[in-house]
């Protein structure tokens, strides 16, 4: 028997824009303030498909929903011959709408990117997207509303912060590494 011809849930825009409005204001409600760090690619190598001199130079707030609530997932802090690696997971919720809104229009992306950061300032700590899933939600009412990132936290490369954030740019200064030259008594042209 098909589907009552009178009913048509892939169509009806109203039902949509209700769905989209009770989902954005859920993610504002439940929601937590984050930092967006779209990555840019400076010299991106087209054989391995990667880049070692990217940078992050703006940073948009937004609310996103912390899917994971009893806490990090991922494979937790592995002690190995080197010493410690955390590989925490967590995933974040945001309404396609908003994503669109804060981030779309200021620059040229249409979805969220693997390699780009969230910064949580719950924790003072990045996470980089490894995945990002925009069919979680089967197309309710014929559209879809959300997208899910599964990230881990983030292992820093080289990579620059000039976001204007203090506490995103420090990134980069409690983890490069430095060296520190001590001259004394130096005499003479250099």
Do not use: W
């Not at 719950?122 to 959300?146: C, D, R, W």
């Amino acid at each position: 028997m098909a589907t009552n011809f009178y009913f048509n849930n892939f169509t009806n825009s109203q039902e949509q824009h209700l769905i989209e409005d009770l989902v954005t204001e859920s993610i504002k409600i439940y929601g937590h303030d984050v930092y967006y760090l779209p990555r840019t690619l400076v010299a991106r190598d087209s054989l391995y498909n990667q880049d070692d001199l990217s940078t992050f130079d703006s940073a948009y707030l937004v609310d996103m929903y912390i899917k994971n609530v009893e806490g990090f997932e991922g494979e937790g802090d592995l002690f190995q011959r080197f010493g410690v690696e955390i590989r925490d997971q967590i995933t974040f919720v945001i309404s396609q709408r908003t994503f669109d809104l804060e981030i779309s229009g200021a620059t040229s992306l249409i979805r969220p990117n693997e390699g780009d950061l969230i910064f949580l300032p719950l924790n003072n700590k990045p996470f980089e997207i490894k995945f990002v899933e925009h069919e979680a939600v089967f197309y309710q009412m014929g559209s879809l509303q959300t997208y899910e990132m599964t990230c881990e936290l983030y292992e820093y490369s080289g990579e620059r912060f000039n976001t204007g954030i203090t506490s995103i740019d420090n990134i980069e200064n409690l983890n490069a590494p430095s060296t520190q030259i001590y001259v004394e008594n130096v005499t003479g042209n250099y």
